[in-house]
């Protein structure tokens, strides 16, 4: 079913060693992917600097870049 699915398939459970089923938890890779921020979304950061908190929640933290780092 997980090959029907294509690379968009997340399981919501998994097998452990032992057989019993526990919530899937995807392995982290070291470094999650960070979402290039659209234009819009810098220019309401620029506009409100009180947004870092959604914006970081959203695009990753450490991409307040357009504020300079996230400190003024």
């Excluded at 398939?9 to 392995?27: C, I, M, N, W």
């Amino acid at each position: 079913m997980g090959r029907e699915g294509g690379q968009s398939y997340r399981p919501k459970f998994a097998f452990t060693q032992d057989g019993s089923l526990v919530p899937h938890e995807p392995k982290a890779t070291g470094q999650a992917k960070a979402i290039a921020a659209p234009a819009i979304a810098v220019a309401a950061l620029k506009k409100d600097p009180r947004l870092a908190a959604q914006f970081d929640a959203k695009y990753g933290a450490g991409l307040q870049r357009p504020l300079g780092g996230g400190e003024e």
